[in-house]
């Protein structure tokens, strides 16, 4: 039973990660009030909580629950799969530190800078590739016969 409560955390995870992704790449714009500013801040701040409950529930699964830990440290699609993540993450880290900036901005519209639009966008297209590794993983693809 641990170990569903566990993967289910997981799945809502990452189904709130998604969803607040998509919710920041609607917002998101060239120019922006600064009440549009501070809803993305919070937006922002919940893709980070929902990340680190995926984040958490993965190591939980991989550590401590479930199948053995081998059969995730001796696959190469599990490894690109968390690579992936790692990259999305630290991807995500130059636009929350720009909204941070500008989260008490006073300015009648700011003018966000396309390489924050376009890092948004990128987490999209990494968060398929990323699903696209787990469904393979869940498959048995990557497992390495002995």
Do not use: C
């Amino acid at each position: 039973m641990e170990e569903i409560a566990v993967r289910y955390i997981h799945f809502i995870g990452i189904l709130f990660l998604a969803s607040t992704l998509a919710i920041e790449n609607m917002l998101l714009s060239k120019s922006m009030s600064s009440h549009s500013v501070k809803r993305l801040v919070l937006i922002d701040g919940l893709y980070g909580v929902s990340a680190l409950v995926t984040l958490g529930a993965g190591l939980t699964l991989w550590f401590a629950v479930g199948k053995p830990s081998e059969f995730y440290t001796k696959n190469p699609i599990f490894h690109a799969k968390e690579g992936v993540f790692l990259l999305t993450a630290l991807l995500s880290i130059i636009p929350t530190v720009f909204l941070l900036k500008y989260r008490n901005t006073t300015a009648a519209n700011l003018s966000v800078p396309q390489r924050i639009i376009v890092i948004k966008r990128l987490e999209i297209l990494l968060l398929l590739i990323l699903s696209l590794l787990a469904a393979l993983m869940a498959r048995g693809y990557g497992i390495l016969s002995s």
